[in-house]
């Protein structure tokens, strides 16, 4: 089963439940989902609707920033739940000692040893990791990995 059509029996799940904020959520995912394929015309495949779900969360995660900043700890709450419901659409996430043995593998791998070779060490990890962590994070790792050589 597509990772769309999971949501959309989470969606009929929650709506049996009359479960309001779950409703919303994947009404949400999924809104951004048939926006996307409408922009480009063709239906998503799993791996663009991960990344689609990965932009989702770390927009919940700024907004939880924002609200920590502003002293608006009321809200915060109720954000964690929903990217806790959108994460579980996600394949499993590697952690970051996970992400940075494939770093370093593939460092060796391309000879990437400096900052000036970050590109093309993230093009190389990031598609080894397709969907299994989120580009935010692999970015800092590799940054991280190249200054310290």
Request: charged share 30%; aromatic share 4%.
């Amino acid at each position: 089963m597509s990772i769309k059509n999971e949501i959309n029996e989470a969606l009929k799940n929650a709506m049996k439940a009359q479960d309001e904020a779950k409703k919303l959520t994947f009404r949400m995912a999924l809104a951004a989902i048939k926006f996307s394929e409408k922009e480009s015309r063709k239906e998503l495949s799993d791996e663009e609707t991960i990344t689609l779900l990965q932009r989702e969360i770390k927009i919940r995660q700024e907004q939880i920033a924002g609200a920590e900043k502003s002293g608006r700890t009321d809200t915060i709450a109720p954000i964690r739940n929903e990217i806790a419901w959108l994460e579980s659409f996600l394949p499993k996430q590697l952690s970051e000692d996970e992400i940075l043995e494939i770093v370093a593998a593939t460092a060796s791998e391309t000879g990437a040893e400096s900052p000036k070779d970050m590109g093309k060490l993230m093009g190389a990890v990031l598609a080894k990791i397709q969907g299994t962590a989120a580009k935010s994070v692999v970015s800092q790792i590799v940054k991280k990995y190249l200054e310290s050589k």
